[in-house]
């Protein structure tokens, strides 16, 4: 931590991400507008591409303002992740928040982090032979099915979303759900007027298939594959964060298509910290954890989806038979 501060690396960095910021924005407005331009045409679809890379980069922007790298005040922060998330994406952002603090605080642990709860995949041998049915049979081809799987992801984010702020405990719960309305009619209201209803649904799948898939792809290399901990593991804050976290090597362009989540041990050992000082903090960490003798695990992109998916495919053969 001294060093990493020492080196300035925890300051905040509102200039370039006001950059960031605008040019997102810029990429989402030229986006619709050549979708209102365009009208009804199958070129339509190449916008649905476009789109699905710009809400991705929207996610990204908004999982920074939740973990307060973009401005020191909550408020700000919060600004940006409303924005981001409910409004333009149809991400509930107080929902996420929470889901993905509990993350942080427990990662890959049982009982603890809500990502590996085993809902959609099993991660542990015990939720394998827990499952029945339908279940059962995805557990079993879970690795084969994945990527499939991720076309469906951004639905799935825009109902858990809806069925969060239904909660009467939801907090800011008419404010979130009034921005995530707004977007769904403003979403499906520009599709229904543009587009006959075989474009719209084409374009919809397209778009909001894509988006799972690139925001999956995006998150799946950081923690599928690495070590499992125990409920009752007690294991010290830095080797728990470290040894649970995959790092993702490249330059800027890999850097800017995975939001700084290559970055990942950085990110959790330090995760109010601007996305432009990860890779800087990079080499003080490697070598912190090299005098410290914690294992550093960093790979290739292609590396790190084998190591993740050869998890999945030998959990999933621990399943029973389905019948």
Known sequence: ???????????????????????????????????????????????????????????????????????????????????????????????????????????????????????????????????????????????????????????ALHVASVRAVLRKSYRQRGLEAGLLALHAVGYVGALVLVLPPGKALAFAAVQQGLFGVYLGCAFAPNHKGMPILSADDDTDFLRRQVLTARNIRGGRLVDALFGGLNYQIEHHLFPSMPRGALRRARPIVRAYCAELGVPYAETGIVDSYRQALGHLRAVGRGAPTAP
């Open 1 to 155: 931590m001294h060093r990493v501060r020492a080196a300035g690396l925890l300051d905040r960095r509102p200039g370039p991400y006001a950059v960031r910021i605008a040019v997102n924005a810029a990429l989402m407005v030229a986006g619709w507008t050549a979708f209102a331009l365009l009208g009804d045409s199958w070129w339509q679809l190449a916008v649905a591409v476009l789109l699905a890379f710009v809400f991705t980069q929207s996610g990204f922007l908004g999982h920074e303002a939740g973990h307060r790298q973009i401005f020191r005040s909550r408020r700000a922060n919060q600004v940006v992740g409303l924005t981001h998330g409910n409004l333009a994406i149809g991400l509930a952002f107080g929902w996420w928040v929470d889901k993905h603090h509990r993350h942080h605080a427990h990662p890959n642990q049982e009982g603890h982090d809500p990502d590996i709860g085993g809902e959609a995949l099993v991660f542990t041998e015990a939720q394998a032979r827990g499952r029945r049915g339908l279940g059962l049979r995805i557990a079993r081809y879970q690795a084969q099915l994945f990527f499939p799987m991720l076309l469906l992801e951004g639905l």
